[in-house]
Each structure stands twice: as structure tokens, then as C-alpha cells.
């Protein structure tokens, strides 16, 4: 708490006030740096466009973020932390794979609106699309197997989740 309020240019008090623990600070930052990635992300797609560019779009922009070095450290920490604070798990779902998960379905429900698209489950597409994406590279960049993906590596991985997709959702 020292460094971090050194950091900011306040005073270990001031930090308290606000925060009781370490582990309240990190969830607080956690939360924050994973919301603003998944918004940056996922923010405003033109459902009026061309669905496969958007989703081209959407699903390199997806793999290269959970790609990212301070992802990763942020997951591999949430995972050894939550032992001792079962609320952090909770709230990196929340801030990251499930508002991903939610801004996507809003997508698609607009592309099945406007006809581009035929999804009976759009919750369950938009899962079925970032799953697609990610594959095992998630599960390989946690346990070190991996590293981070070339733009084109990302590109490959993304036209194969897009045609696995619209295999199962037709344009």
C-alpha cells in the first residue's frame, strides 16, 4: 500500500479510506482495467454493416486482448487469489467474459433484426463465437505453452472460428 500510494501521489491513509484491504484494491483495478478492455473491445459494432467483416473485426479484437500480457497476469493472479477472496472470481466474470458475452448478443440481436442473420439463441452464439476464437490459446498463455499470437496467427484463428460459426448460423 506504501508503493501504490507513493505511486499516485497520496498518503497509505487516504488509500484506506477507500479500500480495507489489498485485496479490495486489486479487485477495485481488476475489475476496471478488465471492463475497460472488454468495452474498448466490444464497443458500438454497425449491426447495419457487413455481419462476417464486423465479427472478423469483433474476434480479432477479442483474441488479441485476452492475448494481452497484463491479461494474463491479471487471470493467472485472480485464479491464485480467489482462494482467499472468492469475490474476485466473481468479479472478473462479471467485467470481463460475461459483459463480453452480453455486448456481443446485443450485436447479434441486431443483425438477426435486420435479417443478416438467423440465430435462435443469440446468448448462446455469442459463447459459441468467442469460444471458436479463443480454442486452447487461453489454457496455453495460463500455463506458459504459449506465446502471444502473431496478427497473422490471430487472423487464421479468426477465419476459422468464422467459418465454424457460420456453419451453424448461415449468412
Do not use: N, W
Not at 468467442?130 to 484463428?157: F, H, N, T, W
Amino acid at each position: 500500500m506504501s508503493r501504490i500510494s507513493r505511486a499516485v501521489g497520496g498518503s497509505k491513509s487516504t488509500l484506506y479510506t477507500y479500500f480495507q484491504t489489498k485485496d479490495e484494491l486489486f479487485a477495485e483495478f481488476m475489475t476496471a482495467e478488465i471492463a475497460r478492455r472488454v468495452a474498448l473491445t466490444f464497443s458500438a459494432p454497425d449491426a447495419a454493416g457487413d455481419v462476417e467483416a464486423t465479427l472478423r473485426t469483433l474476434g480479432r479484437l477479442y483474441v488479441e486482448m485476452f492475448s494481452d500480457p497484463t491479461v494474463i497476469a491479471l487471470y493467472r493472479t485472480v485464479v491464485q487469489a480467489r482462494h482467499r477472496f472468492p469475490e474476485i472470481g466473481r468479479r472478473f466474470m462479471e467485467a470481463g467474459p460475461r459483459t463480453a458475452i452480453e455486448l456481443l448478443s446485443r450485436y447479434l440481436s441486431k443483425a438477426v433484426e435486420a435479417r443478416a442473420l438467423f440465430i435462435p439463441d443469440v446468448g448462446r452464439a455469442a459463447q459459441q463465437f468467442l469460444a471458436l476464437c479463443q480454442g486452447y490459446l487461453v489454457q496455453d498463455l495460463l500455463l506458459g505453452m504459449a506465446k502471444v499470437p502473431s496478427r497473422r496467427e490471430i487472423e487464421d484463428r479468426v477465419d476459422i472460428a468464422l467459418g465454424a460459426f457460420f456453419a451453424i448460423y448461415p449468412l
